[in-house]
């Protein structure tokens, strides 16, 4: 083989490389990316429980204290407007840290919607003793817990995804393809926790 077939057959090569080295890089973005979408799947659907249990929260607590209308219909806004802003959230939006955060705010409002009803609650004992309450009560709780698992696990995956695509060389891979660094869900201080809501003793 001549030297000049050679030196053609090397620099083939180090294309070769350098094509499966850049599918690869490419290959794992993409794999990044699809977990933190389907992680940010499960933080709306904790969310969307949590929304579930409130018309059956509302009409239990009603019927033991109907004339708190005021305190009941802000529980209802409150969840419709949380409903609303996770509808306008899809994977394609999840770059835009201001939508994230209206997202967050609005979760943020019904959180203390339900605990100014819950101050509602404790004047009512009978209230507080009802079974069906009861069940509502422990569902919710779970539920509150499962949102801060799920919020902290999608930032943990935004942040792995958001750390690949800056490093070289695979920050040239993400430029050439459009791969965009995703918003971290940023609560305010002391939202990390899951929120309290105690339906009393």
Do not use: C
């Not at 969840?79 to 840290?97: C, G, H, S, V």
């Not at 997202?103 to 507080?128: I, N, T, W």
């Not at 499962?146 to 891979?173: K, L, Q």
């Amino acid at each position: 083989m001549s030297k000049g077939v050679l030196i053609i057959v090397a620099i083939l090569a180090v294309i070769a490389f350098a094509v499966m080295g850049l599918v690869g890089k490419y290959n794992s973005m993409v794999g990044l990316q699809e977990e933190v979408e389907g992680q940010w799947g499960n933080v709306q659907n904790s969310y969307q429980r949590r929304a579930d249990l409130i018309p059956n929260l509302v009409e239990t607590v009603k019927g033991y204290a109907s004339h708190e209308s005021e305190t009941l219909e802000a529980v209802i806004n409150a969840r419709a407007k949380a409903t609303q802003m996770t509808a306008e959230i899809t994977p394609e939006t999840l770059n835009d840290p201001a939508l994230l955060q209206k997202f967050s705010q609005a979760q943020e409002g019904l959180s203390s919607a339900l605990a100014r009803l819950m101050v509602v609650v404790e004047r009512y004992p009978d209230l507080k003793a009802n079974q069906n309450f009861l069940e509502l009560q422990n569902q919710l709780e779970g539920t509150e817990n499962r949102i801060a698992v799920e919020r902290r696990r999608f930032n943990d995956t935004a942040r792995n995804y958001n750390t690949t695509i800056r490093r070289f060389p695979a920050s040239m891979v993400a430029g050439m393809f459009g791969f965009e660094k995703r918003a971290y869900f940023e609560a305010t201080a002391g939202a990390e926790q899951a929120p309290a809501v105690n339906f009393g003793d």
